[in-house]
């Protein structure tokens, strides 16, 4: 089984329930994910090549009203934090230095 996160604008998990529920081959799970201004849920399929048919599931109309996208991996999604480094004291006094040689 492969993991599909479907991501999108909101009010399509309403409506997507709605086209899926009759289909069994794809399984529905939970999602603790938050994405802002973004409506998140997961899905399992057969397999990678199973998106095509799955996106034929949910039907073109929602895909492009919605923004959906699909995603195999959490990460390629999810907002990651960036390290913020300050510099200490002594690389600071180095920099300042690499700049007044410049000028």
């Known amino acids: ?10 009010g399509f998990l ?4 709605k086209h899926l529920d009759d289909n069994s081959r794809f399984l529905r799970g939970q999602v ?6 973004k409506e998140v849920q997961l899905f399992w399929i057969h397999h ?6 799955f996106k034929k599931a949910i039907g073109a109309d929602l ?4 923004r ?9 999604f999810t907002p990651q934090e960036e390290e ?3 510099f200490d004291a002594d690389e600071k006094a180095l920099m300042r230095k690499a700049i007044l040689s410049l000028a």
């Open 14 to 17: 309403e409506l997507h329930r």
């Open 84 to 86: 913020k480094k300050e």
């Open 48 to 53: 990678r090549k199973g998106l095509k048919e």
């Open 1 to 10: 089984m492969q993991t599909v996160y479907v991501v999108g604008n909101p």
């Open 63 to 66: 895909i492009w009203k919605y």
């Open 68 to 76: 959906l996208r699909f995603y195999f991996d959490l990460e390629e």
């Open 32 to 37: 603790s994910v938050q994405v802002p201004e």
